[in-house]
């Protein structure tokens, strides 16, 4: 032990006698020493302490590791090795797509469908991200939903249900197909075929508010059946054109008691069978018909 010699006066006499002994061991490392000590004792004695003392020890000696790998930054490299490791042991053991099935197609041919999937044969199975593959391929025009799932022990099947065209939209001189939730499929002149029978909005705020209207005609089929294409106007108003070339003129507002009138109207008179040019429903208390301008009429 070292020692402190006495502590001498001014006169150089000893003010302390004594000599004091002191540890060598700070008193933080004195204490640990002891613990350690007494942990080691008590094991000796049972075995649930020793087993307990070896459980604090390892449990010490893994948080040390795991904070130096942390602090450290090596732990996002140690997980990625892993996980490369689980899915090689994986593929080795035959979770592998060998088989991409494509149902549904029509107008899409499956080479897209496919391309849009971008799922390849001879990947890993249960790392096929379902649904961006499905997100991508209900891209497609004419892709209304697509459905991709996996089928046990390595097929991947990508089903299809292809957008029906609904009706025609033209804007600013150029014609889409639309679907009858009003969305765009393609331009008209990229179709290959178009089915017939489909009505014309025009308009740039046609497609969003084609619901309405047709709302507002669906209790009137014979009137229906008449329209050809239907033009919306910036103030929310509706033109009807109909199939024997006469414009129905329909109000802002209270647009389904102006509709009851031109009914009654044609139940009196076949109004919508004879050869006008315009009949004006925009005002409330009269109904105005116009001819067909005299060189339309003599064409006709």
Do not use: C
Not at 235 to 252: A, E, K
């Amino acid at each position: 032990m070292a020692q402190i010699g006495s502590r001498t006066g001014k006169k150089g006499k000893s003010k302390f006698n004594g000599m004091m002994r002191v540890s060598p061991l700070k008193p933080g490392l004195r204490g640990s020493q002891n613990w350690m000590a007494a942990q080691m004792r008590a094991a000796k004695h049972s075995p649930k302490a020793l087993l307990r003392f070896l459980l604090k020890v390892l449990g010490t000696f893994f948080t040390l590791i795991f904070l130096g790998l942390w602090l450290g930054g090596y732990l996002p490299a140690i997980r990625d090795s892993l996980n490369s490791w689980k899915i090689e042991r994986l593929m080795a053991a035959g979770f592998v797509v060998e088989q991409i099935d494509v149902m549904g197609e029509g107008r899409l041919n499956e080479r897209d469908i496919r391309l849009a999937a971008q799922i390849q044969t001879g990947s890993y199975f249960f790392g096929v991200d379902l649904d961006a593959a499905r997100d991508r391929t209900e891209s497609l025009p004419w892709v209304d939903r697509a459905v991709v799932r996996r089928l046990w022990p390595n097929r991947i099947v990508v089903q299809v249900v292809e957008t029906t065209p609904y009706a025609l939209w033209q804007n600013e001189g150029r014609l889409h197909l639309l679907s009858d939730s009003g969305d765009l499929i393609i331009p008209v002149d990229a179709a290959d075929s178009i089915p017939p029978g489909l009505k014309t909005y025009v308009g740039l705020n046609a497609p969003v508010e084609a619901k309405r209207i047709e709302t507002e005609l669906a209790p009137y089929s014979d009137l229906w059946s008449r329209v050809d294409s239907l033009v919306h106007f910036p103030s929310g108003r509706w033109d009807l054109h109909m199939r024997n070339q006469s414009v129905v003129r329909l109000p802002v507002d209270n647009v389904d008691a102006a509709i009851r009138r031109l009914v009654e109207l044609d139940r009196e008179t076949f109004i919508l069978s004879r050869d006008v040019g315009a009949i004006d429903l925009r005002l409330s208390d009269r109904i105005t018909i116009a001819p067909k301008p005299a060189q339309e009429a003599h064409s006709s």
